[in-house]
């Protein structure tokens, strides 16, 4: 269709309407693309919470978990050559 110059104010009437659906359209995009990014941030964050390494125990004398009658020390780092047996 041959654009008619000779009506310009309807003309200007429509790409204003034009600039105004783009701009919706950018807003929904970029409002998307947030959401997206926080979502993976949140992905992101959870993974390297889940992938920390456990505390160790205070050093102190703990059962066996193979033998319930062992009560075997540990020293803050390592299981230590000591053990206690119960009666």
């Known amino acids: 269709m041959p654009i008619d110059w000779t009506d310009y104010p309807s003309l200007v009437a429509h790409i204003n309407s034009m600039s105004d659906t783009m701009h919706q359209i950018n807003l929904e995009f970029t409002a998307r693309r947030e959401k997206r990014r926080q979502q993976a941030e949140a992905r992101a964050t959870s993974a390297a919470a889940a992938a920390q390494p456990m505390a160790a125990p ?27 047996i119960a009666g």
């Open 58 to 84: 205070p050093p102190g004398w703990y059962h066996d978990p193979a033998n319930p009658k062992r009560i075997v020390r540990w020293d803050g780092q390592q299981w230590a050559e000591e053990l206690w």
